[in-house]
C-alpha cells in the first residue's frame, strides 16, 4: 500500500513539475522554448488545475500524516519520500508563483560581477543586462540582509555566468537548506510526527523546493541556534542567531526568547523548550502579520511560524491553524492567477482567501475548549 502511494505521490510530483512551465515568463528568453502562454491566455482552466494541485497536495499530506500517527512510516521510509520530493521538484519552473529568485540573482550579479554596493546601486542601472527583461524589482536595492547576499556567491559563482545554470545553482543552494532544516527539525523533535508535519507540508514544498525562497535559510540559522543553545553552546548559538537576523531581519522578533534561554543557561536553570518553541511561534506569528507594514504578506512568510509550531504538535490550536494557514495561503495565488491583475478586487479576495480558513479553524478549537 504505502509503495502505492509512493509512486503515485511521485506520479503527481512529476506532473505538476511539467505544470509548473506553464508559468514561463515570455520575456525570459533562456526558456523560450519552453514558453506556451497557456497560463496567461487560459487563466480559468489554469486556476483550476492550480486549485486540484494544492488539494492533491494536501490528500497526500493528510495520508503522510496519518501514517506517522499510526506508526506505519519509518524515518528510513520518510527519508525516501523527501528524497524523491526535491529530486523531482528541484527540476520544476521556480517563478511559476513569485520571481523573488530573479531578484536574488540580480542583487547577487550587482555584487559578484558588476562589483558595486547592491544597498547603493539598483539592477536597473545597468541597462542592457539580460535580467532587466524578467527581473520584477529591477528598480529596487537589495532588500535582505547582508549575510544573505554574501551567501549567494556561492551559487552564483557556480554558475560560471551561464543563467540557466546560475538558476538551478540557486534551486539547489534551497534544496541544501531544506534537508539541513528538516535535519534539525528531526534532532529537535527527535519524534516523526513534527518531521513528517514540517517537512511534507506542501506550503513548504512548494515556496522551498519549487519557489527557491530564502526564507528556509533564515529559519535555519534560527534554528540552529536553539539547536546550539540546548547543547550550552552560547557563544556559537548567539552567532548563529545573528546571522539569522542578517538573513532577513524576521528573526529579530526572537530576541526576547533568545535573551531568556541565554539567561537560564548562565543561571543554571531548566528550559521547557516546548514553551520556547511555542512563544517562538507566537512571535514570529506576529510578524508575518505586521508583514504588510512593510508590502504585503506574502504565503512562504508561514515558514517563519509554522517551522516552530510543528516542534509541538500537542499545542492543538497552533497546530490546526498553522496547517489552516499552509492551505489557506496556497490559495492566495488564485484571485491573481484568475484575474491577471492585482487592481479591482483582486487584493480583498486575497485576503478573505488566507484568513478565513484559519480564523475559521482558530474560532472552533476557542468554541470547544470552552464548551
Known amino acids: 500500500m504505502k509503495k502505492l502511494i509512493i509512486l503515485l505521490y511521485s506520479a503527481f510530483l512529476f506532473l505538476f513539475t511539467i505544470f509548473s512551465y506553464l508559468f514561463v515568463d515570455p520575456n525570459l528568453s533562456y526558456l523560450k522554448d519552453f514558453y506556451s502562454g497557456f497560463a496567461f491566455s487560459n487563466r480559468l482552466l489554469t486556476t483550476i488545475s492550480y486549485t486540484t494541485a494544492i488539494l492533491i497536495f494536501f490528500i497526500f499530506y493528510g495520508i503522510f500524516i496519518y501514517l506517522g500517527v499510526k506508526k ?31 531578484n536574488y540573482i540580480a542583487t547577487s550579479k550587482v555584487l559578484f560581477f558588476y562589483q558595486e554596493n547592491p544597498y547603493v546601486v539598483m539592477p536597473i542601472e545597468f541597462v542592457g ?19 544573505w547576499i554574501l551567501l549567494t556567491g556561492m551559487p552564483y559563482l557556480l554558475g560560471f555566468g551561464n543563467f540557466i545554470v ?30 513528517i508535519l514540517f517537512a511534507l507540508n506542501p506550503l513548504v514544498i512548494i515556496e522551498t523546493l519549487v519557489s527557491g525562497h530564502n526564507d528556509i535559510v533564515m529559519i535555519f540559522l534560527a534554528l540552529l541556534s536553539f539547536f546550539l543553545l540546548a547543547k550550552k553552546k552560547i557563544f556559537l548559538g548567539t552567532i548563529f542567531f545573528i546571522l539569522s537576523i542578517l538573513i532577513k531581519y524576521s528573526t529579530i ?59 509541538v504538535p500537542n499545542k492543538k490550536i497552533l497546530l490546526y491553524t498553522s496547517i489552516a494557514f499552509s492551505f489557506s495561503l496556497l490559495l492566495r495565488y488564485v484571485p491573481y492567477m484568475f484575474t ?15 484568513f478565513i480558513p484559519p480564523a475559521l479553524v482558530f474560532l472552533y478549537y476557542v468554541i470547544k475548549k470552552k464548551i
Do not use: C
Open 72 to 102: 506505519k512510516i519509518n524515518l528510513k521510509e520518510i527519508f525516501v519520500l523527501l528524497s524523491i520530493t526535491a529530486a523531482i521538484l528541484f527540476f520544476s519552473y521556480p517563478a511559476m508563483l513569485s520571481y523573488d529568485i530573479f
Open 129 to 147: 543586462d539580460p535580467l532587466l527583461a524578467f527581473t520584477h524589482a529591477a528598480n529596487k536595492i537589495a532588500l535582505y540582509g547582508p549575510f
Open 166 to 195: 546560475t538558476l538551478f545553482s540557486f534551486k539547489l543552494f534551497i534544496v541544501i537548506f531544506y534537508f539541513l532544516t528538516v535535519f534539525l527539525v528531526w534532532k529537535l523533535s527527535k519524534k516523526i510526527i513534527p518531521l
Open 253 to 311: 522578533l526572537l530576541i526576547p526568547v533568545f535573551l531568556y534561554v541565554v539567561w537560564r543557561l548562565i543561571k543554571n536553570k531548566g528550559i521547557d523548550w516546548e514553551k520556547v518553541y511555542f512563544s517562538s511561534s507566537l512571535l514570529m506569528l506576529v510578524a508575518f502579520l505586521l508583514s504588510p507594514i512593510r508590502e504585503e504578506i506574502y504565503p512562504w512568510y508561514a515558514i517563519w511560524f509554522i517551522s516552530f509550531s510543528f516542534l
Open 340 to 354: 491577471g491583475t492585482y487592481m479591482g478586487q483582486t487584493p480583498f479576495m486575497k485576503e478573505i482567501i488566507s
